[in-house]
């Protein structure tokens, strides 16, 4: 599966002194993702990914946050500096399911 969406840049409060910057998959993708998914997963319910931001591509997890009620996307700061984002900018993001 592989979706692209636009999405803007926010900071976890709980962590906000580190900085861990993310974006949250719309809510129609969330729960397309949590279907496909369904069953035992990693570690807080993670699921492995591929992600591109502009040039940037990289291999991470996406986290299920019940608050926003959508999978977030840690976007870190070599690929936020690469592609000149910060918080609140907005991105084309694509991601990629593996190791489905």
Do not use: C
Not at 7 to 15: F, H, I, Q
Not at 27 to 54: L, M
Not at 55 to 74: E, N, Q
């Amino acid at each position: 599966m592989i979706v692209v969406f636009d999405a803007e840049l926010w900071v976890w409060d709980a962590r906000r002194g580190e900085t861990w910057t993310f974006v949250s998959l719309p809510a129609d993708i969330s729960e397309e993702i949590r279907e496909i998914t369904d069953g035992p997963r990693r570690g807080f319910g993670a699921v492995r990914v591929q992600v591109g931001i502009g040039g940037s591509r990289w291999k991470t997890s996406i986290f299920p946050d019940s608050k926003r009620g959508a999978y977030v996307l840690p976007v870190k700061k070599a690929v936020r500096k690469a592609e000149g984002l910060e918080e609140g900018d907005s991105a084309k993001v694509t991601v990629e399911l593996i190791d489905l």
